[in-house]
């Protein structure tokens, strides 16, 4: 602690790279978000010092949803904003599944054909839920496989998967599983039972079609019924009206 306080009472000396600086004051920062002080950082890290201290120019408020911002299509995010929903969304059942909370009971498995808009309700309940401070997480069926397929070759936990608050998984079944990796899929799903963790998913298939996606019959059977457990379905209709 004694060294790190000399460093940091050493004149002359950047306190992030170290570099010779002048210590003359200057000024961080543009307009009502400009800061004056002593030079204690060297040009290169001035934008280290400015990104901490002031919001970007044209920014009111930090964002409610960093992970949403950062993982949403730009496209999906766009109908989300302006409500620009396509004619074939089933807007009724949208609206159901963003009403969805944690605490509802069941999770919840959106059903139906693809452009009814089951993946866009997704989004939408997962901006929902981060905004409400509950830190979902979301991942598509080609990322969950990657993830379990990786830590069945490595034999180890995924333990955030169980412990996440409300895991979401987009698409599941898009790809066939092989055994190995239905089986720690199983186990995913049976701990967030145990443990009274609600998922979210959105799929096309239902019945002996989802059976058939989990590498083996007794593990898609099993698979199965804990997604029969662990959710409540709601089914989304293509929306004919003109």
Avoid at 152 to 178: H, P, Q
Avoid at 225 to 233: I, P
């Amino acid at each position: 602690a004694g060294a790190h306080e000399a460093w940091h009472d050493e004149a002359g000396q950047c306190r992030i790279c170290r570099a010779p600086i002048d210590s003359q004051l200057v000024r961080h920062g543009e307009g009502a978000f400009q800061i004056t002080m002593r030079g204690t950082v060297c040009e290169q890290c001035n934008e280290l010092v400015r990104d901490h201290y002031y919001w970007p120019k044209g920014t009111n408020e930090i964002t409610q949803t960093p992970d949403f911002d950062a993982q949403c299509p730009a496209r999906t995010m766009e109908i989300l904003d302006d409500q620009s929903f396509p004619v074939s969304v089933d807007r009724e059942s949208f609206a159901r599944v963003l009403r969805w909370r944690p605490g509802d009971g069941k999770g919840l498995a959106i059903l139906g054909p693809q452009g009814s808009g089951k993946t866009l309700a997704m989004w939408g309940l997962f901006r929902e839920l981060e905004r409400e401070g509950f830190s979902p997480k979301l991942l598509t069926a080609v990322q969950l496989g990657r993830i379990l397929s990786e830590a069945a070759r490595d034999i180890r936990e995924v333990s955030w998967l169980y412990n996440c608050r409300v895991l979401m998984v987009d698409d599941l079944g898009k790809e066939r599983l092989t055994p190995s990796v239905a089986a720690l899929l199983w186990e995913v799903l049976d701990k967030r039972y145990g443990l009274g963790r609600p998922l979210v998913l959105t799929t096309r298939f239902t019945g002996a079609e989802m059976i058939q996606r989990f590498g083996e019959l007794h593990l898609g059977e099993d698979i199965r019924r804990r997604l029969n457990e662990l959710c409540s379905g709601v089914h989304f209709q293509l929306n004919k009206s003109p």
